[in-house]
T-cell receptor, first 114, second 110 residues
Framework: EAGVAQSPRYKIIEKRQSVAFWCNPI?????LYWYQQILGQGPKLLIQ????????DSQLPKDRFSAERLKGVDSTLKIQPAKLEDSAVYLC????????????FGDGTRLSIL | SQQGEEDPQALSIQEGENATMNCSYK?????LQWYRQNSGRGLVHLIL???NEREKHSGRLRVTLDTSKKSSSLLITASRAADTASYFC??????????WGAGTKLIIKP
């Protein structure tokens, strides 16, 4: 079974620029999650999709972050404009169903803001 | 918000010794999960224990859950260098949303 794919692995941008991350979940997984992980901390959920609908985006800074999951498969997360505090690893995860099931993670995108 | 709090924050032991890390949480849960994260990689699910279970085993891993104390422990027996990683607990609340702790960094010395 192929795992969760994310790209790019690393990204360096200047503050106020925009950036986008891509995620391809495990085939057949209906639930997709985007997390932000700051160094030394646990993951923080940004947004959760069930198929192509949003289940939870309560911690997504909607003035600068956006996410979509077209056709209920791939997903993109965008930041525009980026701030220094957005420096973090952005992790994508998927699970077959949403109900507290084990999540499968990609290796993440490490974002550095200069 | 973070519910799980792992203890200790960091642990360094000799290869072959057992490693124990703990997780405490605040609200009622449906299940509790442990994950491992190697440096620069994503998290890997290790074990899930439901609220009505008290103990689970998987290979060299043993997880206990005490809902009266709102705590869980992860025991890794006969540690190996490859066990060096950060370990996170995550609790599934009444809405089945996972809430994550800050992790325990485990270093196995050869």
């Amino acid at each position: 079974e192929a795992g969760v794919a994310q790209s790019p692995r690393y990204k360096i941008i200047e503050k106020r620029q925009s950036v986008a991350f891509w995620c391809n979940p495990i085939s057949g997984h209906a639930t997709l999650y985007w997390y932000q992980q700051i160094l030394g901390q646990g993951p923080k959920l940004l947004i959760q999709f069930q198929n192509n609908g949003v289940v939870d985006d309560s911690q997504l800074p909607k003035d600068r972050f956006s996410a979509e999951r077209l056709k209920g498969v791939d997903s993109t997360l965008k930041i525009q404009p980026a701030k220094l505090e957005d420096s973090a690893v952005y992790l994508c995860a998927s699970s077959p169903r949403p109900y507290g099931q084990p999540q499968h993670f990609g290796d993440g995108t490490r974002l550095s803001i200069l | 918000s973070q519910q799980g709090e792992e203890d200790p924050q960091a642990l360094s032991i000799q290869e072959g010794e057992n490693a124990t890390m703990n997780c405490s949480y605040k609200t009622s849960i449906n299940n509790l999960q442990w994950y491992r994260q190697n440096s620069g990689r994503g998290l890997v699910h290790l074990i899930l224990i439901r609220s009505n279970e008290r103990e689970k085993h998987s290979g060299r891993l043993r997880v206990t859950l005490d809902t009266s104390k709102k705590s869980s422990s992860l025991l890794i027996t006969a540690s190996r260098a490859a066990d060096t990683a950060s370990y996170f607990c995550a609790t599934a609340d009444s809405n089945y949303q996972l809430i994550w702790g800050a992790g325990t960094k485990l270093i196995i010395k050869p």
